[in-house]
């Protein structure tokens, strides 16, 4: 059981690249989230997702884009990568029902630098 | 005034001390709280759950919540090298519909255990 997976745990882009982070969980799970930390900021969510389909704006939603079109993948995009958007990236996911169960599992993070 | 306010630290103890951890909060719709711990350069992982004002044990840790008084702890007995990390304080509302998604979390404290 892998829990929730991102990859690549690693990526140095330069100003105006693109790229998209993969995030996949096998726990069936129906939301998914992708946060950003950064020191002295704390975690901040970008995009949400409540099922397969549908994605929201999270805190800190500009300059992303966010697809999910499997229920077990949520996908996040740079469109064009600026040097503010270096941090670790967290992809989470949790059970959407009992309270008591929405708890959420979060990946091993995904470092991206912009130059 | 943010909604949720913790220290962050940084926290060096001798091992075998007695570390309390805080956050207070403003929402007080916030009915659930948690604490994850999360090791460098690792994802959040979560360590305690709590609904209710009150204790609430799991072997060395112990999570307590005020409600009345909008705060926090986390408390760690015979605290270990192994318990050096970021702990971060999570908090969530449940909607109107009764699912829920969004958590809340603190800036994280960064806690030293020294041999």
């Known amino acids: 059981n892998a829990g929730v997976t991102q990859t690549p745990k690693f990526r140095v882009l330069k100003t105006g690249q693109s790229m998209t982070l993969l995030c996949a969980q096998d726990m069936n799970h129906e939301y998914m989230y992708w946060y950003r930390q950064d020191p002295g900021m704390g975690l901040r969510l970008i995009h949400y997702?409540?099922?397969?389909?549908?994605?929201a704006k999270g805190e800190v939603p500009d300059g992303y884009n966010v697809s999910r079109l499997k229920k077990q993948n949520f996908l996040l995009g740079l469109e064009s990568a600026a040097p503010s958007q270096t941090s670790v990236y967290f992809c989470?996911?949790?059970?959407?029902?009992?309270?008591?169960?929405?708890?959420?599992?979060f990946g091993a993070g995904t470092r991206l630098s912009v130059l | 005034q943010k909604e949720v306010e913790q220290d962050p630290g940084p926290l060096s103890v001798p091992e075998g001390a007695i570390v309390s951890l805080n956050c207070t909060y403003s929402?007080?719709?916030?009915?659930?709280f948690m604490w994850y711990r999360q090791y460098s350069r690792k994802g959040p992982e979560l360590l305690m759950y709590t609904y209710s004002s009150g204790n609430k044990e799991d072997g060395r840790f112990t999570a307590q919540v005020d409600k009345s008084s909008k705060y926090i702890s986390l408390f760690i007995r015979d605290s270990q090298p192994s318990d050096s990390a970021t702990y971060l304080c999570?908090?969530?509302?449940?909607?109107?519909?009764?699912?829920?998604?969004?958590?809340?979390f603190g800036k994280g404290t960064l806690l030293t255990v020294n041999p």
């Open positions: 999570a908090m969530m509302v449940a909607n109107s519909g009764g699912s829920n998604y969004k958590l809340t």
């Open positions: 989470a996911s949790s059970y959407r029902g009992n309270l008591a169960k929405n708890i959420q599992y």
């Open positions: 997702s409540v099922g397969e389909g549908t994605t």
């Open positions: 929402n007080s719709a916030f009915q659930y």
